[in-house]
């Protein structure tokens, strides 16, 4: 068969002649250098008169050729007139027609259109099969999917650009449907192309993992909140039969992709929660899901991936019945990292609906996993979880205070915060006292409050950093210890005890009497005389 049936009768001589006249040897030279050295990313033919190409040079640039006029081809380089990505992305268009780069490099060199090729007379082009149609079963339009793109993939070497136009042309054979048949078909496209993201992923070498990871999930971040857009629609009372096997359809996918271990990229567990999170309220999806859960449960392969999954829909589904117990149990053996976020959804609600003996088991549990933990981002979830509930929860007697004080000195921050927000001025100085923080490096507008509210409070913490300031044993040491000691006369004041002070003066001088440099600071600062 011959391969240029992909072009329209008379467009491969065309395009070959523009070629010939308009770009310059030594650009199509350094096309071809481009194009052997794998600076074309993709390339795709995005219509009957256009091919798209993405090429790496320094920067990715976007290039677009006109089969019929070249002059209205473009490139992202913002070249004058046809430049040297162009002839790179035609090459790779030859290669993917099945034709030799090299001999259309040379044959263009020459001025000459490639043997063979110079009346290609009528072609049978090869057509994609025709889709389902807006009538079309969701099982004939998944088949369609991976028929037609299931092989676009293997073009995705180092950026997911071929992706995004597969999207946009799955999405586009939609785009004159009722707006109801439109979301499912896009939320069935958008599972589909993340499928196919993960097997580009999947194929990628050890050494570029971290780089493709971080290049896809950028990209992906775009579509996955779109889908979480699409899904907010799901309604199961409402639902027909024809939405119903859609959505059926959606969640098996979903399903099978979070049970799989090689998908190791995207969170599937995620969208396969997220789709839950519109359905859980029916007790007969629920029930229907729940025995095809208990069945894979039941079987003796489970690894300890698919085990966590399992677990948590079903610790979900148990704690939308109200049996928070049962489902805390159920997380007993399930890894931790991947259910975290659910677990402490489950928290959230039951604070929020005050149910405070289901929220202190959730509590119990986090508090149990996160003993050892001392990263401060994983902690702030629960540690705000115990900030809310000290304060509608008062009639827990410091229970949840507790569990921060426990979390020292990862837990400093919330802790202090918690206390200044609860005006606990003593419990907060002297929790800066108990870290060693000096003065100077707290917040001011903190340091304001306490001084106007409870002066007292930071008395303490002032004696000890002028105590560290002189034992520094230099002169700028004790220049430090004089500004502290100007804040802490203030502070005596304040609090009325202006003889206290005296007495504390007198004591520092008869104490550090040999040191003359000190002596010095203190007569210059005016703090003896």
Not at 103 to 114: C, F, K, S
Not at 145 to 166: A, D, I, N, R, T
Not at 219 to 225: G, L, M, N, T
Not at 388 to 411: F, K, V
Request: net charge negative.
């Amino acid at each position: 068969m011959d391969m240029t049936a992909s072009l329209a009768d008379g467009q491969w001589n065309a395009m070959n002649q523009q070629m010939i006249d308009h770009i310059p040897h030594s650009a199509l030279e350094q096309g071809m250098t481009s194009f052997r050295s794998g600076m074309v990313r993709s390339v795709d033919q995005i219509e009957e008169n256009r091919v798209y190409g993405i090429v790496d040079d320094v920067r990715i640039l976007a290039v677009i050729l006109d089969l019929e006029q070249l002059r209205y081809s473009n490139c992202t380089c913002q070249a004058e007139g046809p430049c040297r990505h162009m002839g790179a992305v035609w090459y790779a268009y030859c290669a993917r027609l099945g034709i030799e780069p090299q001999a259309v490099h040379e044959h263009l060199l020459r001025g000459e259109i490639l043997p063979g090729r110079e009346s290609p007379g009528p072609q049978t082009r090869t057509e994609r099969p025709p889709s389902p149609g807006a009538d079309g079963s969701v099982t004939a339009w998944r088949a369609w999917f991976g028929e037609v793109y299931g092989e676009v993939w293997q073009q995705c070497k180092q950026s997911l650009h071929p992706m995004q136009s597969v999207l946009s042309e799955m999405k586009g054979s939609a785009k004159h449907w009722g707006k109801a048949r439109q979301r499912y078909h896009w939320l069935h496209t958008i599972e589909f192309v993340l499928e196919q993201v993960e097997l580009a992923y999947a194929v990628t070498d050890s050494y570029s993992k971290y780089y493709y990871e971080m290049s896809f999930t950028r990209s992906v971040d775009p579509w996955i909140a779109h889908f979480e857009e699409l899904s907010v629609s799901l309604d199961p009372a409402a639902m027909s039969s024809w939405e119903a096997s859609w959505t059926t359809a959606l969640i098996d996918a979903l399903r099978e992709r979070a049970l799989d271990p090689q998908a190791t990229l995207l969170r599937w567990d995620r969208l396969y929660h997220l789709i839950w999170s519109r359905l859980s309220d029916s007790a007969s999806w629920r029930e229907t899901e729940r025995r095809t859960l208990e069945e894979l449960l039941e079987q003796q392969s489970c690894d300890q991936h698919q085990l966590t999954f399992l677990q948590s829909v079903l610790a979900h589904f148990d704690v939308i019945e109200g049996r928070d117990e049962e489902a805390v149990a159920r997380l007993a053996d399930a890894a931790f990292d991947p259910v975290v976020e659910l677990v402490y959804g489950f928290a959230r609600q039951r604070l929020e609906a005050r149910e405070w003996e289901a929220f202190g088991r959730w509590m119990d549990y986090l508090h149990r996993q996160l003993a050892d933990c001392r990263n401060t981002a994983i902690l702030k979830p629960y540690l705000t979880l115990c900030r809310e509930a000290d304060i509608h929860h008062p009639a827990a007697g410091g229970r949840w205070t507790e569990r921060m004080i426990a979390l020292l000195p990862y837990a400093y921050s919330e802790l202090s915060e918690h206390w200044m927000e609860r005006s606990d001025y003593e419990a907060w100085a002297d929790l800066q006292l108990f870290i060693g923080v000096r003065p100077e490096e707290l917040d001011m507008q903190d340091v304001r409050s306490v001084a106007k509210h409870a002066p007292s409070a930071l008395i303490p913490l002032y004696h000890q950093a002028v105590d560290e300031a002189i034992l520094s044993r230099n002169r700028q040491g004790y220049r430090n210890a004089v500004k502290l000691l100007k804040k802490l006369e203030k502070l005596y004041q304040s609090d009325g005890r202006a003889a206290t002070w005296e007495l504390y003066v007198e004591q520092l001088a008869n104490k550090y009497q040999r040191l003359r440099a000190l002596q010095e600071e203190l007569w210059k600062g005016k703090i003896v005389t």
